[in-house]
C-alpha cells in the first residue's frame, strides 16, 4: 500500500518559516521524482516545487522560487519542503504527490498524500 504522509505544518507569522516533511512507503522512493502542490481556500490546487529521482533538478513556481528550498533523502524515503519568508499567501494545504516525470503539472503525479494546513498570519 502506497502511502505518503506529510508533515510539518501550523501556524506561523509572516516572514516566519517552516519545513515540511513527506515520508513515503510502499513504492521504491528512489524511483520517484517528486512534487509539492498547495490549495488555498477558493482556488485550485497549484504546483510549488519539484525534484528528480536523485536531486539532480529541481522546478519551482515562480510564487515559491528564492523562497522556498526542496530536497529529498532518499535512505530516509523522505521528501522536504524548506519554506522562509512566509507571506499571508502562502496560507494553504501542502500536498506530497510522487510521480516519474519532474514537472509542474497534476497528471505527473499518480500518488498524493492527504496534505498538511499551513496558516500564515499578518
Known amino acids: 500500500q502506497v502511502q505518503l504522509v506529510e508533515s510539518g505544518g501550523g501556524l506561523v507569522k509572516a516572514g516566519g518559516s517552516l519545513r515540511l516533511s513527506c515520508a513515503v512507503s510502499g513504492v521504491t522512493f528512489s524511483s520517484y521524482s517528486m512534487a509539492w502542490f498547495r490549495r488555498a481556500p477558493g482556488k485550485e490546487r497549484e504546483f510549488v516545487a519539484a525534484?528528480?529521482?536523485?536531486?539532480?533538478?529541481?522546478r519551482y513556481a515562480d510564487s515559491a522560487e528564492g523562497r522556498f528550498t526542496i530536497s529529498r533523502d532518499n535512505a530516509k524515503n523522505t521528501v522536504y519542503l524548506q519554506m522562509a519568508n512566509l507571506k499571508p499567501e502562502d496560507t494553504a494545504v501542502y500536498y506530497c504527490a510522487a510521480g516519474f516525470l519532474t514537472m509542474p503539472s497534476e497528471r505527473s503525479y499518480g500518488y498524493w498524500g492527504q496534505g498538511t494546513q499551513v496558516t500564515v498570519s499578518s
Open positions: 525534484i528528480s529521482r536523485g536531486s539532480e533538478s529541481t
